[in-house]
């Protein structure tokens, strides 16, 4: 999005019960072995996260660097640019979707706030309109 505390403002004046975001900043950098379309390469986004009727929803505004998330907002505004699924380990699914034609678009590592480490993988058909993958494992 091009700015998340413009999109919660939407999605609340819909009346849409979400409750409350989380919104915080993360720096995804190549010492943590993110690469965006396999080069080392470093960014900054702010994100929201909110849950309505168990599913998630996130919302990214990249404040600085490369990521596919602007690549999207670029060519074709705000909208679904990925779906993302939990897993124990993104490395299967990873070779699954390349054996299928897919590209990885970015991968790497963070922290998260109690010490344990994740990794994501976001994937994507070549030249395809449909959404990237993104798969987590924390």
């Not at 939407?10 to 409750?19: A, E, Q, T, W």
């Not at 986004?45 to 670029?74: Q, T």
């Not at 993302?84 to 970015?106: E, K, L, N, Q, S």
């Amino acid at each position: 999005v091009r700015d998340i505390d413009e999109q919660i403002c939407r999605i609340y004046k819909l009346g849409v019960d979400i409750g409350k975001f989380n919104i915080f900043e993360v720096c995804l950098n190549y010492e943590d072995g993110y690469r965006y379309r396999g080069i080392n390469s470093d960014c900054r986004l702010k994100i929201a996260l909110g849950n309505f009727d168990g599913m998630d929803h996130e919302y990214i505004e990249v404040l600085d660097g490369d990521h596919p998330a602007r690549d999207f907002l670029e060519s074709h505004g705000e909208g679904i640019n990925h779906l993302g699924f939990y897993v124990d380990d993104i490395a299967p699914w990873v070779r699954r979707m390349t054996d299928a034609g897919c590209d990885t678009v970015i991968d790497g590592g963070f922290h998260l706030p109690d010490g344990r480490r994740g990794s994501f993988a976001y994937l994507a058909y070549p030249l395809s309109p449909s959404p990237m993958f993104e798969f987590i494992a924390m």
